[in-house]
């Protein structure tokens, strides 16, 4: 991969980061805008854990990372801290692979 | 304290007389972060770190040089995108569909961009660049399950940071390490990513609003993982805000994640 390449990504990874923060801007502290910005996370974040669990290559997939998720969303409903959530999840995905 | 409204705060039991809300909870905006929550993104980031180390074992195997692994942890500074780029490449790919498949995979960073600035909003366009940088999954999930904006703005630089320093010595040892790692998955680690993301949805789970948000963004991600590339579920998710604003009544207070006001 050449420094060009790499330097590319870069500029282009830091561009997508930059764009609300720079264009939003004081304007982002009103009305709709909030509303949006305060909103984005609460679909973003089941979608980060729908695809960080379930997807595969170009497919879905069901394996072990699924007990996980059992696992943490049991922890997180009995109000467990965060360290025992990620913790469990972590531990009961790795028992499932480790026996099967 | 805000922990009324974190994961880690315990039940009182039933039969007791019902917790006061918390001294400081009309100086909410202006709370600063709680204890167990820097606690967190040290968990956070031990976990990000271990799969820095697994980046860098990846990238030198895929050809890179320990320069550029590393190069590319700081610079591009996002993990999704920079496991596509050596996994493309490493298994042959072009490198036209590996930065193609990272730049997918970065889109969503654009969202945590636009979800952050009202947090940031009042402070100069140069600290705002620089806060660019660590706009990434963990420092937004973080920043924005804190229902205060300082609380937020301190969380989300805290989490940017403990992320930027692990996932960069990771990066380092795997680079220089190479074979001589484990492998993070036998240890369950990518479990533990949707984990901490399940514990930081929860504030925002609230309100019919984010219910709403969040039923949608899931099923928008599960419908397009087979039918679209690396990272557009994610990106797509982002529309499931369109239902909730269209259909559901806005909370009391729309800066606050947990919904707390409505529910005190």
């Known amino acids: ?100 | 304290m805000d922990d009324g409204d974190t994961p880690g705060a315990a039940r009182p039991p039933a039969d007791r007389a019902p917790r006061p809300p918390p001294p400081d909870a009309g100086a909410g905006d202006e709370a600063p972060l709680a204890g167990t929550v820097r606690r967190d993104i040290w968990v956070l980031g031990a976990a990000v770190g271990i799969f820095g180390v697994s980046f860098g074992v990846l990238a030198t195997t895929a050809g890179l040089t320990v320069a550029q692994a590393c190069a590319m942890s700081v610079l591009v500074f996002t993990g999704a995108s920079q496991f596509a780029v050596v996994g493309v490449i490493g298994s042959g790919g072009s490198l036209g569909s590996a930065l193609g498949s990272a730049l997918m995979l970065a889109a969503r960073n654009a969202a945590y961009g636009v979800a952050m600035a009202p947090t940031l909003a009042r402070r100069s366009l140069g600290r705002r660049l620089l806060a660019a940088q660590v706009v990434i999954d963990e420092s937004t999930a973080m920043a924005t399950a804190r229902p205060g904006r300082r609380a937020r703005e301190q969380a989300f630089w805290l989490t940017g940071i403990a992320v930027f320093v692990c996932w960069n010595v990771g990066t380092a040892l795997g680079g220089l390490a190479g074979d001589a790692v484990g492998d993070p998955e036998a240890l369950g680690l990518d479990a533990a990513f949707p984990a901490g993301f399940v514990a930081l949805a929860v504030p925002h789970l609230r309100s019919t609003r984010g219910r709403v948000a969040a039923v949608c963004g899931a099923a928008i991600a599960l419908a397009l993982i087979p039918l679209a590339p690396a990272g557009l579920p994610i990106v797509a998710a982002a529309l499931g805000v369109i239902p909730a604003l269209l259909f559901t009544a806005p909370p009391d207070d729309p800066t606050a994640a947990s919904g707390a006001v409505e529910a005190m």
């Open chain 1, 1 to 100: 991969m050449s420094w060009w390449a790499l330097l590319a990504l870069a500029a282009a990874a830091y561009g997508l980061k930059a764009i609300g923060l720079v264009v939003l801007g004081p304007r982002a502290v009103e009305g709709p805008a909030l509303r949006l910005a305060a909103l984005l996370p609460a679909a973003l974040l089941p979608a980060l854990v729908v695809v960080n669990t379930f997807a595969g290559d170009r497919r879905l997939e069901l394996d072990a990372r699924a007990v996980g998720l059992a696992v943490a969303v049991v922890a997180t409903w009995r109000r467990a801290p965060f360290v025992v959530v990620v913790g469990a999840a972590a531990a009961s995905t790795a028992l499932v692979r480790a026996v099967s």
